[in-house]
């Protein structure tokens, strides 16, 4: 066997460990972001987007613009002026940011499950008039039913053990017709292909309360957004992080040299936004389940 089978063999077999779904993803999460706890100017950790045209943003945002930019891609999709929002999953909080300023709700909440995240959010968006950040397992959220009048998850949800709990959780906290906004890419493996994932992925949300469930293939913008942003991933994962956990760090990046980039590319892996709405009555087997503790709550929290 040459070292490029074996190499290639290598690569497959992380592929199909799904090292950015689930607990993994989790913890890899956790520890980019202490190893980022000081670069403030940091604020996203999504793949991006690059659609036909660019977001209108502030100067102060531009450097940010392609993350910024899938932010306002899955946002768009409803009108949020003067909505109670919720962004689960909010990791540097840069979305939920870029949410309020941008589209006008009355409030956007931030909640995710690493406290030491929720401390750097809550120093660097201390300004931002409307804009709070909880600590929350997406999978038992802390708030009343009806809380919301919108719900964001993007680029998160592949993250949680029970994805299907979390989208009850989604139902439960919003108000009757409230909207809930999805962004996630699918596994880029043999098990499940992209259509097989949306067409259970629908129907865990049609279970879960939602009704008018749409989604739409963006995989050609964040293909886009991740090319045009490589530069700036890379410059910042040689500034950042230690020599041994470069390629590993780029993989999670996304940049053109990584076979995450190259799944996209090539089809092997998908990325969707969806748009639906919650039913007017919820599945009564949907009720507010005990908060579940994954030992992620105090995971590598920064220090300030």
């Given at each position: 066997?040459?070292?490029?089978?074996?190499?290639?063999?290598?690569?497959?077999?992380?592929?199909?460990?799904?090292?950015?779904?689930?607990?993994?993803?989790?913890?890899?999460?956790?520890?980019?972001?202490?190893?980022?706890?000081?670069?403030?100017?940091?604020?996203?950790?999504?793949?991006?987007?690059?659609?036909?045209?660019?977001?209108?943003?502030?100067?102060?945002?531009?450097?940010?613009?392609?993350?910024?930019?899938?932010?306002?891609?899955?946002?768009?999709?409803?009108?949020?002026?003067?909505?109670?929002?919720?962004?689960?999953?909010?990791?540097?909080?840069?979305?939920?940011?870029?949410?309020?300023?941008?589209?006008?709700?009355?409030?956007?909440?931030?909640?995710?499950?690493?406290?030491?995240?929720?401390?750097?959010?809550?120093?660097?968006?201390?300004?931002?008039?409307?804009?709070?950040?909880?600590?929350?397992?997406?999978?038992?959220?802390?708030?009343?039913?009806?809380?919301?009048?919108?719900?964001?998850?993007?680029?998160?949800?592949?993250?949680?053990?029970?994805?299907?709990?979390?989208?009850?959780?989604?139902?439960?906290?919003?108000?009757?017709?409230?909207?809930?906004?999805?962004?996630?890419?699918?596994?880029?493996?043999?098990?499940?292909?992209?259509?097989?994932?949306?067409?259970?992925?629908?129907?865990?949300?049609?279970?879960?309360?939602?009704?008018?469930?749409?989604?739409?293939?963006?995989?050609?913008?964040?293909?886009?957004?991740?090319?045009?942003?490589?530069?700036?991933?890379?410059?910042?994962?040689?500034?950042?992080?230690?020599?041994?956990?470069?390629?590993?760090a780029r993989l999670w990046a996304?940049?053109?040299?990584?076979?995450?980039?190259?799944?996209?590319?090539?089809?092997?892996?998908?990325?969707?936004?969806?748009?639906?709405?919650?039913?007017?009555?919820?599945?009564?087997?949907?009720?507010?389940?005990?908060r579940v503790d994954y030992g992620?709550?105090?995971?590598?929290?920064?220090?300030?």
């Amino acid at each position: 066997m040459t070292f490029r089978t074996v190499e290639t063999e290598t690569r497959r077999s992380i592929r199909q460990a799904r090292v950015f779904h689930g607990l993994r993803a989790r913890l890899l999460y956790a520890v980019i972001g202490w190893l980022t706890r000081h670069a403030t100017h940091l604020t996203f950790m999504n793949y991006g987007y690059a659609g036909a045209l660019p977001a209108p943003l502030r100067p102060e945002d531009e450097a940010q613009r392609i993350p910024a930019q899938l932010y306002h891609a899955v946002a768009g999709q409803a009108d949020l002026r003067g909505r109670r929002v919720l962004d689960v999953g909010t990791g540097r909080g840069g979305g939920a940011r870029h949410v309020q300023v941008y589209f006008g709700p009355q409030s956007t909440t931030g909640c995710d499950l690493t406290a030491g995240i929720l401390d750097f959010c809550r120093r660097v968006h201390r300004h931002v008039p409307g804009l709070d950040f909880v600590a929350s397992d997406a999978m038992a959220l802390p708030f009343a039913a009806a809380s919301f009048d919108a719900v964001l998850s993007v680029e998160s949800a592949h993250c949680y053990p029970e994805r299907e709990r979390f989208f009850a959780e989604a139902a439960r906290v919003l108000t009757p017709g409230g909207v809930f906004l999805f962004a996630d890419f699918t596994p880029a493996d043999t098990r499940e292909a992209p259509g097989a994932w949306l067409a259970r992925t629908k129907a865990e949300l049609a279970r879960a309360g939602f009704e008018r469930i749409c989604f739409e293939d963006i995989t050609a913008g964040v293909v886009r957004g991740l090319a045009a942003d490589s530069d700036r991933r890379c410059a910042e994962i040689e500034r950042r992080f230690p020599r041994g956990t470069r390629r590993l760090a780029r993989l999670w990046a996304g940049t053109t040299e990584s076979w995450i980039y190259d799944d996209f590319r090539g089809g092997r892996r998908r990325y969707y936004r969806g748009r639906m709405e919650r039913a007017g009555a919820l599945p009564e087997r949907h009720a507010r389940p005990a908060r579940v503790d994954y030992g992620l709550t105090a995971e590598l929290e920064p220090t300030t």
